[in-house]
C-alpha cells in the first residue's frame, strides 16, 4: 500500500509543479522569462477589440514546422476561402465574423463571406522575423511558411494597408508575453491556461489555484489507496 501512496503523492507534487503553481499561484516560466517555443500573435488590427476568446492574444507552443500546423497546435480556428481554401486566411479565431461590419478607408463598411479572397483592403496580413529580428511582411501563405523554436509568427488585420499592419507588439515582446492592455496570453507558455490583461489594465488569472490542483491529487490518491486494500484482501 505505501507504493501506491507514494506514487499518488508524486502525481499530486507532479501536479502541481505541471501547471507551476506554488502557494502564491504564482506562473513557473521558462528560465530566461521567453517563450520556449514559436509564439504566435493574432493581431486584430483594425477591427474592434474582442472579448477572450476572439481578441487580440499572444500564445506559445512547443511545435514547429509548418506556419499552419504551429497555428493549429496554439488552438487558433482558422477559416479559409471557398475558392482557395487556407492558401488564404479569411478569417482567425471567428473574425471578422459573417455579420461583422468591416469599416473601410472611405467611410463604407462591407462584410466578409469568404467565398473568394479578401480585398487587398481588408485582409488577415502574415508575419515573420526578419534577420534583423523585427517583423517582416510575409509573402507567402501559412503551408510554406516554417517556423522554428525561438520564432514568432503574427496574424494582423489590417484595412486600407496594402502591406498590411506591423503588428502591435514586437517579436521580443511576443516572446516575452508581454501584452498590451485588452490582449490575453498564455502563462506559462505552452499551456492552455490563460492570464489576460483587461481593457483597465487589470490582469485576471484564469488559471486554475492550487486548491482545485490539489483536490484533484487528494482523489488520486484516495483511489490509490482503495486499489491497494482491494489487492490485498484479495491475496488473502
Known amino acids: 500500500m505505501r507504493r501506491f501512496v507514494g506514487a499518488a503523492t508524486a502525481v499530486v507534487l507532479g501536479a502541481l509543479g505541471l501547471t507551476g503553481l506554488g502557494a502564491t499561484g504564482a506562473a513557473a516560466a521558462p528560465a530566461d522569462g521567453a517563450c520556449a517555443g514559436v509564439a504566435i500573435v493574432v493581431d486584430l488590427g483594425d477591427l474592434p477589440a474582442g472579448d477572450a476568446g476572439n481578441g487580440s492574444s499572444v500564445r506559445c507552443v512547443p511545435t514547429t514546422g509548418r506556419a499552419l500546423d504551429v497555428l493549429r497546435a496554439a488552438d487558433v480556428t482558422l477559416e479559409g476561402t471557398a475558392q482557395m481554401g487556407l492558401a488564404f486566411v ?9 455579420d461583422e461590419a468591416v469599416t473601410m478607408p472611405d467611410g463604407s463598411t462591407r462584410t466578409e463571406t469568404c467565398r473568394r479572397t479578401p480585398p487587398a483592403t481588408a485582409y488577415w496580413s502574415l508575419w515573420t522575423v526578419g534577420d534583423d529580428g523585427a517583423w517582416r511582411y510575409a509573402t507567402t501563405g501559412i503551408g510554406d511558411i516554417e517556423l522554428a523554436s525561438g520564432g514568432a509568427f503574427a496574424l494582423v488585420y489590417s484595412v486600407g ?3 498590411g499592419r506591423t503588428p502591435a507588439v514586437t517579436p521580443a515582446a511576443a516572446r516575452a508575453g508581454d501584452v498590451p492592455a485588452g490582449w490575453s496570453s498564455q502563462s ?3 499551456t492552455t491556461s490563460v492570464v489576460r490583461t483587461g481593457a483597465d489594465g487589470v490582469v485576471h488569472d484564469d488559471r486554475p489555484g492550487p486548491a482545485v490542483v490539489v483536490g484533484v491529487g487528494l482523489l488520486v490518491l484516495l483511489g490509490a489507496a482503495g486499489v491497494a486494500v482491494r489487492v490485498r484482501r484479495a491475496r488473502r
Open 188 to 190: 506559462p507558455f505552452g
Open 90 to 98: 479569411c478569417r482567425v479565431d471567428g473574425r471578422p465574423a459573417a
Open 161 to 163: 494597408r496594402s502591406e
